[in-house]
């Protein structure tokens, strides 16, 4: 595990946002979580290796990890502005971003609405209209209760770290009516300008025809021998659920870095 160099609440109104900061030197890595999971949930296992040689952001989104709840639904476009929030708290002008599922989701509205914050983007585990998703993952969510996930790490991180622990339950509902935001057409993935690597699962809750269309309206999916390689890349992980998506700790590391690094 790394340990962070700085750590603090961003005040966003009645929202404190929850962050630390690892490592230093280069862009800024902004670390993005998925729902129910928290920034040492999903990223613990990655930080040592993200932040050797460059300076590294880790947040909890409202209602997970160290983040208050607040009285609003779960909501991607809100969830997006409360990470400019903390950007421009900590006085950060611009990132690359790496998101998982809902964060994920956030990477993409960050990198489509605020282009001038985001230089290359890391996008895993989501999709950009719903019908890239498929349709069980949706049921699925929204009937969670607590007794399903009872002694899962995830309750166990909740209760442990949540300014309000009796609150899981209400977490989980809020992400069963989570707001995805808009549908992104063709032409918002194929005009924003970050560099993007898209990884998914092969057999995730993400269309694999879906990722491929994302990595096509990009300019890739071409004979790089002949044009080069594209800046928008798709990386497809064997054996790999959603859940388990970014779990191959060497796997996911190295094909980050060396993605940031190009």
């Known amino acids: 595990m790394s340990t962070p160099t700085r750590t603090g609440h961003a005040p966003l109104g009645d929202l404190q946002m929850y962050f630390e900061i690892h490592g230093e030197g280069g862009v800024p890595l902004l670390l993005l979580h998925g729902g129910l999971f928290d920034l040492d949930l999903q990223f613990g296992e990655l930080l040592p290796e993200l932040s050797a040689g460059r300076t590294v952001i880790a947040a909890d989104f409202q209602g997970h990890g160290r983040t208050n709840d607040v009285d609003r639904p779960l909501a991607i476009p809100a969830?997006?502005?409360?990470?400019?929030?903390?950007?421009?708290?900590?006085?950060?002008?611009?990132?690359?971003?790496?998101?998982?599922?809902?964060?994920?989701?956030?990477?993409?509205?960050?990198?489509?609405?605020?282009?001038?914050?985001?230089?290359?983007?890391?996008?895993?585990s989501v999709a950009f209209t719903p019908d890239g998703m498929r349709p069980e993952n949706s049921?699925?969510?929204?009937?969670?209760?607590?007794?399903?996930?009872?002694?899962?790490?995830?309750?166990?991180?909740?209760r442990a770290k949540s300014p309000h622990p009796e609150g899981l339950q209400g977490l989980l509902d809020k992400l069963g009516a989570l707001d995805p935001g808009p549908a992104w057409s063709d032409e918002d993935i194929a005009g924003y300008?970050?560099?993007?690597?898209?990884?998914?699962?092969?057999?995730?809750?993400?269309?694999?025809?879906?990722?491929?269309?994302?990595?096509?309206?990009?300019?890739?999916?071409?004979?790089?021998?002949f044009v080069g390689v594209p800046a928008t890349q798709l990386a497809v992980l064997p054996g790999t659920t959603h859940f388990g998506g970014i779990a191959r700790t060497a796997l996911v590391a190295d094909m980050v870095t060396t993605f940031l690094d190009a």
């Open 193 to 225: 300008a970050a560099p993007t690597l898209y990884t998914v699962g092969d057999c995730d809750a993400v269309r694999l025809e879906h990722a491929l269309r994302f990595l096509r309206l990009r300019g890739g999916d071409v004979n790089g021998d």
């Open 79 to 124: 969830l997006t502005d409360d990470v400019v929030g903390l950007l421009a708290h900590l006085g950060i002008a611009q990132v690359d971003v790496f998101g998982f599922s809902v964060g994920g989701a956030v990477a993409l509205t960050l990198a489509i609405r605020h282009p001038e914050l985001v230089r290359r983007a890391v996008v895993s």
């Open 139 to 158: 049921e699925a969510v929204g009937a969670m209760t607590v007794d399903m996930i009872e002694g899962t790490p995830m309750a166990d991180s909740y």
